[in-house]
């Protein structure tokens, strides 16, 4: 399975599946990819009846151009297996794994999604978000070959817990080794990578903030918990019209038979070497598919 896409992922909404106005609600969200939630945000006694609501909403539709990815409880729960089988049968874009700590987790994750019937191009993300996951992180970023798994995402509330960590007041002193290591995995493997979630729901400066700092680490977008925090991650991981511009004038200068056989060039005043062009590139077809996303 290709693990990267120019498929836009800046923002990535959680939803709890017991709560059928969000399950609803979503479909109106400019978000790009949706998490249907069986697993944190729902209690135990309602892990059920929040099973039934959330595969009658994927088997429903109506979501657009977002993407649909289901949030399982862990396989070795009472109710991961079940959830599993229930959720590919409904027929999402991805099935999403909690608490994965090695390889060997996305061989059986995997295995169960084929013994499911799950398509060949339904994904497998899984959550990084124990300790023993970021220790092993390599181990598990290898099964992007050999199985599903296209995309990680980062549980920053299940690492603070883990850790004993606290986010505040930098983030960074408690997850930074986490998150890099996790980013390092992800780009060497070719696995799409999407911060964790920002649970102050009301500071949009702070929010802003830890958006910005997740695209200079290079995440792909952040997950989400609120509607309200939709439009600043959109724009904060969206490529700026000046990037686009810039991107746009080094695919030109290299393209132009002026420039035929050299290896570097100064575009805009900026030193740019071959290595730019593929950037330039990436950049340009991520604008373009979130331009053709939006209609
Ligand atoms: C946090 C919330 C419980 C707040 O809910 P509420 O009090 O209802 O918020 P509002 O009144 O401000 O809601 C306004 C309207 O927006 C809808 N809404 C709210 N949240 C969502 C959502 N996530 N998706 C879609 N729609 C949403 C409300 O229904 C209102 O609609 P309307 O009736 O039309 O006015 C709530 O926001 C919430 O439950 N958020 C998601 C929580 C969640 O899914 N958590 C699990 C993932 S976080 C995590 O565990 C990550 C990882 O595993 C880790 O370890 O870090
Ligand atoms: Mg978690």
């Excluded at 994904?123 to 990084?128: E, G, P, R």
């Excluded at 004993?164 to 986490?178: T, V, Y």
């Excluded at 030109?252 to 590139?281: I, Q, R, S, W, Y």
Aim: some cysteine.
């Amino acid at each position: 399975m290709t693990a990267t896409t120019h498929r836009p992922r800046r923002s990535v909404l959680y939803m709890p599946g017991a709560n059928t106005r969000a399950l609803e609600k979503a479909k109106t969200l400019p978000a790009d990819s949706l998490i249907f939630d069986l697993e944190d945000a729902v209690a135990p006694d309602a892990k059920i009846e929040a099973r039934e609501n959330v595969c009658n909403a994927v088997k429903g539709g109506g979501y657009g151009p977002r993407e649909v990815c289901v949030r399982i409880n862990g396989l070795d729960t009472d109710w991961g297996a079940d959830d599993l089988k229930a959720a590919v049968a409904a027929g999402p874009d991805a099935i999403l794994a909690p608490k994965i700590i090695d390889g060997g987790d996305i061989d059986r994750l995997n295995d169960a999604m084929s013994r499911a019937g799950a398509p060949d191009d339904m994904a497998l993300w899984v959550m990084i978000e124990m300790p023993k996951a970021i220790l092993n992180i390599q181990d598990i970023a290898e099964a992007v070959g050999r199985t599903r798994l296209t995309t990680f995402v980062m549980g920053t509330n299940d690492l603070a817990k883990e850790l004993r960590a606290q986010a505040k007041p930098n983030r960074q002193i408690a997850f930074g080794a986490s998150l890099s290591m996790a980013m390092l995995a992800a780009r060497a493997y070719d696995i799409v990578a999407i911060d964790g979630v920002y649970n102050d729901i009301k500071n949009e400066d702070g929010l802003r903030a830890e958006c910005e700092e997740g695209a200079a680490m290079g995440f792909d977008g952040k997950t989400l918990i609120h509607p309200s925090q939709v439009g600043i991650c959109n724009e904060v991981f969206a490529p700026s019209p000046a990037d686009v511009e810039q991107a746009q004038a080094v695919i030109e200068a290299f393209a132009d038979p002026e420039n035929a056989g050299k290896g570097v060039l100064k575009v805009n005043g900026k030193m740019t070497e071959l290595l730019h062009l593929a950037e330039a590139k990436r950049l340009v077809a991520v604008s373009e598919a979130i331009e053709a996303m939006q209609g």
